[in-house]
């Protein structure tokens, strides 16, 4: 039986690609191609630093992904540029479905936890400024182990936390990345697939659940008896 549902926050809950936007304002037609980049490589760098044993805080990986969009698009930023997106970054709402998919979560007894490779300070504001902080038990951080996700400390780090056995433990993530690592670490999941064209990894592990939006997860953990 599942007792808490954690979630993931970047690409999950709070909509990255929102940036785009800002970015447009600065770079125009360029936006888009810098946006996809500045994500994926922000991402590969958390990796990286993890493999490496190098850590750093989140923030470091995502302004080096923006430097490196940049470059690899020909796109010029001056340093005022590269504060006003960072800050754009740091004020990201939350996807439409967010709120009544937590309150309706909230409402069947569950305890939600935030688990996320931001900071704990950042993840703090980020869920105030979305609204959505109140919904949360605890805000979990990597940054306790100095790793990154999908490392198994850091998913042992979040079963720590909530005092319950991994297995009753449901992770929610859009990255499948996030998903084959709570898996590994015996968490149950459910895979939020915000991008009906991304594909999950054929690692022969799937989620317990996939979905698309927020609402019908409070029932779907109901029926599957998770």
């Avoid at 007792?3 to 770079?27: C, E, P, R, W």
């Avoid at 698009?73 to 001056?78: H, K, L, M």
């Avoid at 790793?147 to 319950?164: I, R, T």
Wanted: proline letters at 4%; one cysteine or more; hydrophobic letters at 45%.
């Amino acid at each position: 039986m599942i007792n808490v549902v954690a979630f993931d926050i970047y690409g999950t809950l709070i909509d990255t690609q929102a940036v785009l936007g800002k970015l447009t304002g600065v770079m125009g037609e360029q936006a888009p191609s810098v946006a996809r980049t500045w994500r994926q490589k922000q991402l590969e760098y958390s990796f990286r630093r993890g493999l490496m044993r190098d850590y750093c805080d989140f923030s470091v990986c995502t302004r080096d992904a923006l430097l490196f969009s940049c470059r690899e698009n020909g796109v010029a930023i001056s340093p005022a540029d590269v504060e006003q997106l960072m800050q754009a970054y740091a004020e990201l709402e939350a996807f439409p479905d967010v709120h009544a998919g937590l309150q309706a979560l909230a409402e069947s007894g569950l305890r939600l936890n935030a688990f996320s490779n931001g900071s704990h300070e950042a993840v703090e504001r980020l869920l105030q400024r979305a609204g959505i902080r109140d919904a949360f038990a605890d805000v979990v951080s990597v940054e306790a182990v100095r790793s990154f996700k999908p490392a198994p400390e850091v998913y042992a780090h979040l079963v720590a936390v909530c005092g319950v056995p991994a297995e009753r433990i449901c992770l929610v993530s859009g990255n499948p990345f996030d998903v084959l690592g709570a898996a590994h670490a015996g968490l149950r999941t459910a895979w939020l697939r915000r991008d009906p064209g991304t594909q999950f990894d054929p690692w022969g592990v799937e989620p317990d659940i996939t979905l698309e939006s927020l609402d019908g997860l409070a029932s779907r953990l109901r029926e599957t008896r998770l």
